[in-house]
Each structure stands twice: as C-alpha cells, then as structure tokens.
C-alpha cells in the first residue's frame, strides 16, 4: 500500500497546491517578485486564487514547511511547484533585533536569513485550506 501523496495540486482558474501534512494551501508560483517586504505582504493579500479571497504572506515556519533539503536549486518539490524560482521568499515574520528587517527563506538550497525589508524578494500566498 503506497502513501497518500503529501502535495496535491488545484486548479481553480490557477495552479494551487494543498499540502496535506500541514493543512495549507500556497499559490504554486509567486504572486511577487523582487518585491519589497510592504508590496510582498500586500500582493499576498489581494490575491483572489482559486475563489478565495483570504491569502496572506506565509511566517518562516510556515514557509519553511515547504522546503525539500533533498534537493537544490529550488530546495522544493517540483512536481507540486514547477517552474519554482531558486531565490529569497519574504515570510511576515519581523526580525526582533530590526525593525527595518524580516525573515526571508533562500530557496536555491534551504536555508533562512534576514532581509532588509526595502530589499527585493518574491512572495508565495497561503492560507488554510477547507475554510
């Protein structure tokens, strides 16, 4: 008996991904890129994928949840995220120490960092799926 798939894609218009592990649905691609923190966070807000109008910019562990240290150049499943740029995502974690500066996670090969939030950096979309 196989597992169940952990990813499953969506297409309601556009590609979403549901992850069963976590209970999350992401936009497959970003919804911003080279984007500051403020039009990262904005861009997530005002998408309306799939009929849903309640997407938001992920936290570091959220976003985290996603990565695929088995792999490099992106660190993600590409079957569930094809085409996945291998760069900074911006997560709406602050850093404590700064507030000029937040989270983001490098995706070319799985780590995490801080961004200066005027930098430019992409943006996945998520929200809770079923609700």
């Given at each position: ?5 952990r990813f499953?894609?969506?297409h ?33 807000a ?7 109008t ?11 949840s996603?990565f ?6 992106p ?57």
């Amino acid at each position: 008996m196989s597992a169940a798939p952990r990813f499953t894609q969506t297409h309601g218009g556009v590609l979403t991904v549901i992850d069963a592990t976590t209970g999350l649905e992401w936009s497959a691609q970003p919804v911003a890129r080279d984007a500051t923190h403020e039009a990262a966070s904005k861009a997530c807000a005002d998408c309306r994928l799939g009929g849903h109008t309640d997407w938001r910019l992920p936290t570091r562990q959220e976003l985290l949840s996603i990565f695929d240290l088995s792999r490099h150049e992106p660190a993600i499943d590409t079957d569930a995220f094809p085409d996945f740029p291998s760069t900074w995502f911006w997560t709406s974690d602050l850093c404590a120490w700064s507030s000029a500066s937040a989270w983001g996670v490098f995706f070319y090969y799985g780590s995490v960092g801080s961004l200066h939030r005027g930098s430019g950096g992409f943006a996945l979309a998520v929200r809770r799926a079923g609700q």
